[in-house]
């Protein structure tokens, strides 16, 4: 055999090798590992994709029972781009909605005089209703009304151990009217109708009464933008009261329209049935306050009001009468459990002049036979 023989045969076997070479990769296994390759390359694709269409959404802490069996299921199992893009995404602006009455308060109160002179207690159980709008979390509808009774010798009731009704009090609530980003900063706002059902209004003659408020607050000492985290808060409100009366001063009754006997000039008997205490037609109100939430069940409570009023313009002309007053309340919060509250405080309620129209020089504390100053204990219970 010469050279060129075996050149020659060399070349066919190399030919034949590489011939079955090929057509044995072509019939080779899918499970093989090129094909395998190709499949981690594929699916780091999809965990490339996922990763970029999951960007623009908010997963929820805890992955759904889904989620969970999408994390378990190969990746031809995923769900293709489109069925992402058409899946809802959860946003932090979604929130799960409240019961219709979440929110709503009943309480149970007994305040307290601190002159001995005048012994003060009184019993009360309050009831504040909230009504949560379904469709939005921007406003909510809350109410409000009182029932008390004095277990001590009243000054102010017709008769002994007299049950009263407060005025009851219906608003529409804007918890967050505006949330200014950099300063974090709220702005809130309440508007109010009054319903003159206490005896008090009643004897004023109130036929019903409006109150618009605007107030700003501000968290502290926690993380930026969540009041949930944040120890101490100060706020300020600014409100306006327009009342409605039937007559301009106090009444003692309604007059049948009779008229007095035996009186030479025959006066109406309505003529003599006020008063001479003018009711207040404007009020403004600048509310200061402040807390500070010691522990995430102690917290500790302050408010200054400086209360300005306006009488009803004279017939006769001149300068409309003043009344203004001035409220210090402080108060500490236990919550016991997350639907009860329990709440220990001092209130100072008085006018800002002083009997020898001088202005109060203790706007905190004033021990006086009216009970200015009283002490409240009152524990409520929430939905």
Do not use: C
């Amino acid at each position: 055999m010469n050279i060129k023989q075996i050149l020659l045969m060399t070349l066919l076997l190399l030919i034949g090798s590489i011939a079955f070479a090929q057509e044995n990769q072509s019939t080779q296994p899918a499970d093989s590992k090129a094909p395998e390759q190709k499949v981690e390359k594929k699916d780091d694709a999809n965990k490339e994709k996922e990763k970029s269409d999951s960007s623009t959404a908010i997963t929820q802490p805890v992955p759904t029972e889904q989620e969970s069996k999408n994390q378990t299921q190969p990746a031809t199992a995923q769900p293709s781009a489109n069925e992402v893009a058409q899946q809802p995404a959860v946003t932090s602006e979604q929130k799960p909605r409240k019961e219709f009455f979440t929110g709503s308060t009943i309480g149970f109160g007994n305040s307290f005089g601190i002159n001995p002179d005048n012994p003060l207690s009184t019993l009360s159980i309050k009831l504040l209703p909230k009504i949560n709008l379904p469709w939005t979390d921007f406003l909510y509808i809350s109410g409000r009304i009182d029932i008390s009774k004095e277990v001590t010798n009243s000054d102010t009731t017709t008769y002994q151990y007299e049950t009263q009704l407060s005025d009851a009090r219906l608003e529409l609530v804007f918890p967050e009217l505006y949330k200014e980003k950099f300063t974090d900063i709220s702005l809130s706002g309440t508007f109010r109708t009054t319903f003159p059902t206490s005896k008090a209004s009643q004897y004023a003659t109130l036929r019903w009464g409006n109150m618009i408020d605007l107030g700003v607050s501000r968290g502290f000492f926690g993380e930026k933008g969540k009041p949930e985290t944040q120890k101490v808060f100060l706020g300020y409100d600014f409100r306006f009261y327009k009342n409605w009366h039937k007559y301009t001063t106090s009444e003692t009754e309604e007059s049948s329209g009779g008229y007095y006997k035996n009186y030479p000039l025959r006066v109406k008997a309505a003529d003599y049935l006020n008063t001479g205490s003018t009711n207040l037609e404007y009020q403004i109100a600048h509310i200061f306050t402040g807390s500070v939430n010691i522990t995430e069940r102690l917290s500790f409570i302050g408010y200054f009001w400086v209360i300005n009023g306006w009488a009803y313009e004279l017939t006769s002309g001149g300068p409309r009468g003043t009344r203004d007053s001035i409220d210090f309340n402080v108060e500490v919060d236990y919550k016991v459990f997350d639907w009860m509250v329990v709440d220990f405080g001092l209130d100072t309620f008085q006018p800002q002049l002083l009997p020898n129209s001088t202005y109060t020089n203790n706007p905190f504390w004033r021990n006086t036979y009216d009970n200015y100053t009283t002490l409240y204990f009152d524990v409520s219970f929430t939905l």
